[in-house]
């Protein structure tokens, strides 16, 4: 198949016309939500096996939240664990009820509570286990 000036020619022109034709998308606006974690708090104490609960300020929330889907784990020393003690909840509800976990026992525990962004709760302690180190 030969190609002609006038092929190549009209071929371009079209590819050129059909961008201009083209019209961009709107974005939807989306703000970025961290709650603070109000609950566990400094001197709080979870016993393994029992249901214990956190929350967070939802007052200064957005209209239009990037993720509204909250997820918690659990922290140990500064360092995430891969244990999910809630998930699929709004990260509007400001509340969530969690089986704690067993867990060596410690004083250095954190939630993290994650939706669009991640926030951390402050230390707390979890005991039961009679395992420590």
């Known amino acids: ?11 371009l022109l079209l590819a050129a016309l ?3 034709t083209a019209s961009p998308v709107p974005l939807e606006q989306r703000d970025v939500f961290v709650p603070p974690v109000t609950f566990p708090k400094n ?13 967070w300020d939802t007052s200064n929330a957005p209209v239009n939240i990037t ?9 140990k020393s500064n360092i995430g664990l891969p244990v999910i003690l ?4 709004s990260i509007l509800q400001g509340k969530v009820e969690v089986t704690v976990p067993w867990v ?8 993290t509570l994650l939706g669009d962004g991640g926030n951390f709760s402050p230390f707390f302690t979890i ?4 395992v420590s180190f």
């Open 1 to 11: 198949m030969k190609f002609t000036i006038l092929t190549t020619l009209t071929t």
């Open 18 to 20: 059909s961008g201009v």
């Open 43 to 55: 001197g709080t104490v979870w016993h393994i096996k029992e249901r214990a609960h956190v929350s």
């Open 67 to 75: 993720n509204p889907i909250g997820l918690i784990l659990l922290r």
């Open 86 to 89: 809630g998930n699929g909840f």
């Open 104 to 111: 060596v026992d410690g004083d250095d525990y954190q939630i």
């Open 127 to 130: 005991t039961g286990s009679g």
